[in-house]
């Protein structure tokens, strides 16, 4: 150090000044941890002998303290053992000592509840409908609030519910959107112009609506929207290329996304309350309406460049959310004898609805029966009754059923509905 100095001072001059700062490592200080033999029991979850415990931590050099009335001890380890530094680590010393493949597997206790000790708030459940759909096959989009008044001009939407914005950013989005239905359409507009046909979209977001008596003068709700363009099966699926969405896969979403949630099923009936949906359903559930289902419009469909049709349904998620939240669960025991299952097929006339056919297989169910399915459907060539045939699924809780039993309570069955409705068994 001296000689680098030196050269310094001759070959660039300068003066050196007296002292010398000395940076050195600060000296080993003995760290203390406090070890109690009961708490290496606890997370070991066998009983250790504090001699045990001593004489391991002995063995791997540690200096231990006599235990105090607390249980306590001081346990001061090697300076090379820089690993133990807190009493987890040196129950994992005993532990390891001890031989873990020693300690007996043990599944913890652990007690839930199966009610929900939390509240459902609104983002809470748009985040479940945003899972449920795209588990679903569904593809969320993002939408401005804002729309058009030509957008709600060609939909037939009441100008008095419109929320005007004061500052647009353009005219196209000057108006704050009381469904998520115009929004929908223009991404469908967007995809089909950028080669995308087959579509399958949903949005869980809020609406605005004119609302005098409110503090802000527009009232706020969440909903649930889907809309479906193009083909039924994705390309390169083996079966017909040529079929399209339609009423049973706009349907189906709506019942899956209520069994989802356990919630009741619902009822469908037709509806015309929005002039651009033809056909339209009204989605109940009891006496509550949540929502619509419809085809756009070929009118209104032409006017967002749809290729073939266009199915859009629309769920209010605030109504949807107060009866998940009142909901109480419970538990049913798993079946412990196998069902038998029969089918029927019956000559159904077009005035009577298939939910017609499985109300009145419910009110006659006999006390075996558990479920009902609509397997096939079809009209046979220059004829109008439709044939449509149901598979009812029998289950006794408490014994293997017999042929006989199900052959009986079958027949009673069919015989109930054939007497309530102009059906016949062909």
């Known amino acids: 150090m001296d000689r680098a100095v030196a050269l310094m001072l001759e070959t ?4 050196a000044l007296p002292g010398v700062a000395m940076a050195e490592p600060r000296p080993f200080t003995p760290r203390g941890i406090g070890f109690r033999s009961a708490r290496a029991s606890m997370l070991l979850g066998v009983d250790v002998a504090e001699n045990f415990c001593r004489e391991t931590l002995t063995a791997l050099g540690c200096t231990l303290t006599d235990t105090d009335p607390h ?11 820089l690993d133990l530094e807190r009493e987890a680590d040196l129950i994992e010393e005993v532990g390891r000592v001890y031989g873990l493949d ?16 939390h509240e459902l708030t609104e983002f809470r459940f748009l985040s479940q409908l945003k899972e449920f759909a795209a588990g679903a096959g569904l593809h969320e989009a993002v939408i401005y609030s804002f729309v058009g008044n030509a957008e709600l001009d060609l939909l037939g939407i009441d100008p008095a519910c419109r929320v005007c914005v004061a500052n647009p950013l353009s005219e196209e989005q000057n108006v704050m959107r009381p469904m998520l239905a115009p929004g929908l359409l223009l991404t469908v507009r967007h995809n089909l112009a950028q080669g995308n046909a087959n579509l399958r979209l ?118 949807l959310r107060a009866m998940v939240a009142a909901r109480t669960p419970a538990f049913t025991p798993l079946p412990s004898y196998p069902p038998v299952r029969r089918d029927i097929t019956l000559a159904v006339p077009p005035e009577v609805s298939v939910g017609a056919l499985l109300d009145a297989i419910h009110s006659a169910s006999p006390a075996i ?8 459907a079809y009209t046979p060539e220059g004829e109008t009754e439709r044939r449509l045939t149901f598979r009812i699924t029998y289950r006794h809780p408490e014994k293997t059923l017999k042929d006989k039993d199900v052959d009986k309570a079958h027949e009673a069955l069919v015989n109930a509905v ?7 068994r062909p």
């Open 202 to 319: 949903f949005e869980a977001s809020r609406v605005y609506c004119a609302d005098p008596n409110s503090p802000t003068t527009a009232r706020e709700a969440s909903r649930f929207g889907l809309v479906l363009h193009g083909s039924r099966h994705p390309e390169g699926w083996p079966w017909p290329k040529d079929e399209t969405v339609g009423y049973a896969d706009c349907k189906g979403l709506v019942e899956h996304l209520l069994a989802h949630f356990h919630l009741p099923a619902a009822t469908f009936a037709g509806d015309d309350t929005l002039p651009w949906l033809a056909p339209q359903v009204a989605v109940r559930i009891g006496d509550v309406r949540v929502g619509f289902l419809g085809q756009v419009v070929p009118e209104v469909a032409d006017a967002f460049h749809a290729r073939s049709e266009l199915w859009l349904a629309e769920l209010d998620a605030d109504a």
């Open 418 to 424: 054939v007497a309530k409705l102009p059906v016949t």
């Open 12 to 15: 660039a001059g300068g003066q």
């Open 369 to 376: 029966f558990e479920d009902v399915l609509l397997l096939d």
């Open 102 to 117: 020693r300690i007996p597997p043990k599944l913890p206790k652990v007690s839930k509840s199966l009610t929900e000790n």
């Open 71 to 81: 249980g306590v001890t001081a346990v001061i380890p090697p300076s090379y053992r």
